[in-house]
Protein backbone atom coordinates (compact mmCIF):
# COMPACT_ATOMS: atom_id res chain seq x y z
CA UNK A 1 0.00 0.00 0.00
CA UNK A 2 3.26 2.49 0.66
CA UNK A 3 4.69 1.76 -2.88
CA UNK A 4 1.12 2.22 -4.77
CA UNK A 5 0.67 5.37 -2.64
CA UNK A 6 4.02 6.52 -3.82
CA UNK A 7 3.05 5.33 -7.34
CA UNK A 8 0.36 7.65 -7.52
CA UNK A 9 2.33 10.76 -5.88
CA UNK A 10 4.68 10.37 -8.52
CA UNK A 11 2.02 10.16 -11.37
CA UNK A 12 1.04 13.27 -10.34
CA UNK A 13 3.63 15.00 -9.84
CA UNK A 14 5.09 14.28 -13.46
CA UNK A 15 1.64 15.02 -14.51
CA UNK A 16 2.12 18.42 -11.92
CA UNK A 17 5.57 19.09 -13.61
CA UNK A 18 4.25 19.30 -17.29
CA UNK A 19 7.22 16.24 -17.85
CA UNK A 20 5.17 14.52 -21.37
CA UNK A 21 8.57 12.73 -21.91
CA UNK A 22 9.86 9.64 -20.34
CA UNK A 23 13.07 10.19 -19.85
CA UNK A 24 14.10 6.26 -19.12
CA UNK A 25 12.04 4.89 -21.53
CA UNK A 26 14.10 4.23 -24.54
CA UNK A 27 16.62 2.67 -21.91
CA UNK A 28 13.73 0.79 -20.16
CA UNK A 29 12.61 -0.35 -23.94
CA UNK A 30 16.39 -0.99 -24.92
CA UNK A 31 16.94 -3.82 -21.85
CA UNK A 32 13.76 -5.31 -23.48
CA UNK A 33 11.68 -5.40 -20.26
CA UNK A 34 8.43 -5.38 -20.46
CA UNK A 35 5.29 -2.78 -19.36
CA UNK A 36 4.78 0.83 -20.43
CA UNK A 37 5.45 4.20 -18.89
CA UNK A 38 2.33 4.32 -16.52
CA UNK A 39 2.54 0.62 -15.87
CA UNK A 40 5.96 1.47 -14.39
CA UNK A 41 5.29 4.07 -12.45
CA UNK A 42 2.19 2.62 -10.89
CA UNK A 43 4.89 -1.00 -10.35
CA UNK A 44 7.49 1.30 -9.20
CA UNK A 45 11.02 -0.67 -10.01
CA UNK A 46 11.35 -2.69 -13.04
CA UNK A 47 11.24 -6.88 -10.84
CA UNK A 48 10.42 -10.09 -12.25
CA UNK A 49 6.46 -9.32 -11.96
CA UNK A 50 6.90 -6.82 -14.38
CA UNK A 51 8.28 -9.01 -17.09
CA UNK A 52 4.53 -10.20 -17.43
CA UNK A 53 2.99 -7.42 -18.44
CA UNK A 54 1.07 -8.22 -21.92
CA UNK A 55 -0.35 -6.15 -24.61
CA UNK A 56 -3.05 -7.07 -26.94
CA UNK A 57 -4.31 -5.51 -29.93
CA UNK A 58 -7.81 -3.96 -30.10
CA UNK A 59 -9.91 -2.98 -32.95
CA UNK A 60 -13.21 -1.17 -32.74
CA UNK A 61 -14.63 -2.50 -36.34
CA UNK A 62 -16.65 -0.39 -38.43
CA UNK A 63 -19.27 -0.93 -37.00
CA UNK A 64 -18.61 0.57 -33.70
CA UNK A 65 -16.53 3.49 -35.10
CA UNK A 66 -19.30 4.62 -37.61
CA UNK A 67 -21.76 4.68 -34.68
CA UNK A 68 -19.26 6.67 -32.78
CA UNK A 69 -18.86 4.38 -29.87
CA UNK A 70 -14.70 4.14 -30.11
CA UNK A 71 -14.55 6.60 -27.08
CA UNK A 72 -16.91 4.51 -24.94
CA UNK A 73 -14.63 1.05 -26.00
CA UNK A 74 -11.67 3.23 -24.78
CA UNK A 75 -13.30 4.65 -21.67
CA UNK A 76 -14.14 1.10 -20.54
CA UNK A 77 -10.56 0.20 -21.63
CA UNK A 78 -9.06 2.91 -19.29
CA UNK A 79 -11.80 2.25 -16.47
CA UNK A 80 -11.07 -1.24 -16.44
CA UNK A 81 -7.18 0.27 -15.54
CA UNK A 82 -5.27 -0.84 -19.07
CA UNK A 83 -2.98 1.50 -20.40
CA UNK A 84 -3.32 2.66 -23.76
CA UNK A 85 -0.02 2.42 -25.58
CA UNK A 86 -0.85 3.28 -29.37
CA UNK A 87 -4.06 4.80 -31.08
CA UNK A 88 -4.60 4.70 -34.63
CA UNK A 89 -7.58 5.62 -36.99
CA UNK A 90 -7.29 4.02 -40.31
CA UNK A 91 -9.07 1.60 -42.97
CA UNK A 92 -7.71 -1.52 -43.47
CA UNK A 93 -6.06 -2.76 -46.34
CA UNK A 94 -6.82 -6.73 -47.83
CA UNK A 95 -3.30 -7.16 -47.15
CA UNK A 96 -3.57 -6.28 -43.36
CA UNK A 97 -6.80 -8.11 -42.83
CA UNK A 98 -5.91 -11.43 -45.15
CA UNK A 99 -2.58 -11.92 -42.01
CA UNK A 100 -5.10 -10.52 -39.67
CA UNK A 101 -7.57 -12.93 -40.56
CA UNK A 102 -5.29 -15.72 -41.92
CA UNK A 103 -6.67 -18.50 -39.20
CA UNK A 104 -10.16 -17.84 -40.58
CA UNK A 105 -9.22 -18.25 -44.14
CA UNK A 106 -11.70 -20.59 -46.56
CA UNK A 107 -14.47 -20.37 -43.88
CA UNK A 108 -17.78 -19.55 -45.12
CA UNK A 109 -17.74 -16.11 -43.28
CA UNK A 110 -14.51 -15.17 -43.87
CA UNK A 111 -15.08 -13.07 -47.58
CA UNK A 112 -17.82 -11.37 -45.99
CA UNK A 113 -15.75 -10.75 -42.63
CA UNK A 114 -13.01 -8.98 -44.85
CA UNK A 115 -15.37 -6.89 -46.98
CA UNK A 116 -17.54 -5.71 -44.08
CA UNK A 117 -13.91 -4.91 -42.07
CA UNK A 118 -12.71 -2.71 -45.56
CA UNK A 119 -15.81 -0.96 -45.62
CA UNK A 120 -14.58 2.03 -43.31
CA UNK A 121 -12.06 3.36 -40.86
CA UNK A 122 -11.24 1.04 -37.84
CA UNK A 123 -9.92 2.62 -34.20
CA UNK A 124 -6.90 1.16 -33.84
CA UNK A 125 -5.13 0.25 -30.47
CA UNK A 126 -2.07 -1.58 -28.65
CA UNK A 127 -3.21 -1.71 -24.59
CA UNK A 128 -1.32 -2.94 -22.23
CA UNK A 129 -1.58 -4.29 -18.29
CA UNK A 130 -1.16 -7.70 -16.37
CA UNK A 131 -3.58 -10.05 -17.72
CA UNK A 132 -5.01 -7.73 -20.75
CA UNK A 133 -5.43 -10.12 -23.20
CA UNK A 134 -8.06 -12.33 -21.42
CA UNK A 135 -9.70 -8.83 -19.50
CA UNK A 136 -9.66 -7.47 -22.98
CA UNK A 137 -12.09 -10.17 -24.29
CA UNK A 138 -14.21 -10.64 -20.75
CA UNK A 139 -14.77 -6.86 -21.79
CA UNK A 140 -16.16 -7.69 -25.20
CA UNK A 141 -18.36 -10.41 -24.17
CA UNK A 142 -19.24 -13.20 -26.07
CA UNK A 143 -18.54 -13.03 -30.41
CA UNK A 144 -22.27 -13.24 -30.72
CA UNK A 145 -23.42 -9.50 -29.81
CA UNK A 146 -26.97 -11.37 -29.51
CA UNK A 147 -25.71 -13.84 -26.61
CA UNK A 148 -23.12 -11.37 -24.91
CA UNK A 149 -23.76 -10.82 -21.80
CA UNK A 150 -24.90 -7.35 -20.77
CA UNK A 151 -22.23 -5.36 -18.39
CA UNK A 152 -20.03 -6.37 -21.45
CA UNK A 153 -19.27 -4.27 -24.65
CA UNK A 154 -20.81 -6.42 -27.40
CA UNK A 155 -23.59 -7.12 -24.88
CA UNK A 156 -24.33 -3.52 -24.22
CA UNK A 157 -23.48 -1.78 -27.69
CA UNK A 158 -23.89 -4.39 -30.33
CA UNK A 159 -27.04 -6.77 -31.79
CA UNK A 160 -27.88 -8.87 -34.57
CA UNK A 161 -28.79 -6.04 -37.70
CA UNK A 162 -29.32 -9.21 -39.82
CA UNK A 163 -25.65 -9.99 -40.39
CA UNK A 164 -25.61 -12.22 -37.06
CA UNK A 165 -22.09 -12.35 -35.23
CA UNK A 166 -20.69 -10.70 -38.10
CA UNK A 167 -20.99 -7.12 -36.25
CA UNK A 168 -19.97 -7.15 -33.14
CA UNK A 169 -18.10 -3.78 -32.49
CA UNK A 170 -14.51 -5.52 -31.50
CA UNK A 171 -11.96 -7.27 -31.88
CA UNK A 172 -9.37 -8.47 -29.27
CA UNK A 173 -6.12 -11.11 -29.68
CA UNK A 174 -6.77 -14.25 -28.16
CA UNK A 175 -3.53 -14.70 -26.96
CA UNK A 176 0.31 -13.76 -26.37
CA UNK A 177 1.05 -14.94 -29.92
CA UNK A 178 -1.56 -13.29 -31.67
CA UNK A 179 -0.98 -10.61 -30.08
CA UNK A 180 2.36 -10.36 -31.15
CA UNK A 181 1.58 -11.12 -34.27
CA UNK A 182 -1.37 -8.55 -34.78
CA UNK A 183 0.81 -6.13 -33.24
CA UNK A 184 3.08 -5.80 -35.79
CA UNK A 185 0.37 -5.61 -38.87
CA UNK A 186 -1.95 -2.63 -37.00
CA UNK A 187 1.84 -0.78 -35.52
CA UNK A 188 4.97 -1.94 -37.56
CA UNK A 189 6.80 0.79 -35.78
CA UNK A 190 6.28 -1.08 -32.17
CA UNK A 191 7.64 -4.24 -33.51
P1 LIG B 1 -13.71 -13.29 -31.87
O1 LIG B 1 -13.82 -11.99 -32.61
O2 LIG B 1 -14.65 -13.33 -30.70
O3 LIG B 1 -12.30 -13.66 -31.52
P2 LIG B 1 -13.51 -15.27 -33.99
O4 LIG B 1 -12.03 -15.04 -33.97
O5 LIG B 1 -14.00 -16.66 -33.88
O6 LIG B 1 -14.26 -14.42 -32.86
O7 LIG B 1 -14.10 -14.66 -35.35
C1 LIG B 1 -13.60 -13.48 -35.88
C2 LIG B 1 -14.75 -12.66 -36.38
O8 LIG B 1 -15.36 -13.32 -37.48
C3 LIG B 1 -15.86 -12.46 -35.37
O9 LIG B 1 -15.61 -11.37 -34.52
C4 LIG B 1 -17.05 -12.25 -36.24
C5 LIG B 1 -16.76 -13.13 -37.44
N1 LIG B 1 -17.39 -14.45 -37.29
C6 LIG B 1 -17.00 -15.46 -36.47
N2 LIG B 1 -17.80 -16.52 -36.59
C7 LIG B 1 -18.72 -16.19 -37.53
C8 LIG B 1 -19.84 -16.84 -38.11
N3 LIG B 1 -20.17 -18.08 -37.77
N4 LIG B 1 -20.58 -16.16 -39.02
C9 LIG B 1 -20.25 -14.90 -39.39
N5 LIG B 1 -19.21 -14.21 -38.88
C10 LIG B 1 -18.45 -14.85 -37.96
MG1 LIG C 1 -10.67 -14.01 -32.80
Not at 34 to 48: D, F, K, N, S, Y
Not at 169 to 189: K, L, T, Y
Amino acid sequence: AVSQRHAARSVRSVVATGCARWPWWPQHRALGRGGGPVERRRLGRVGAVNEQIERSLVLVKPDGYRRGLSGEVLRRIEAKGYTLVALAVTTPTGEQLATHYAEHEGKPFYEPLVEFMSSGPVTAAVIEGHGCIAGFRALAGATDPTAALPGTIRGDLGRDWGLKVQQNIVHGSDSPESAAREIAIWFPELG
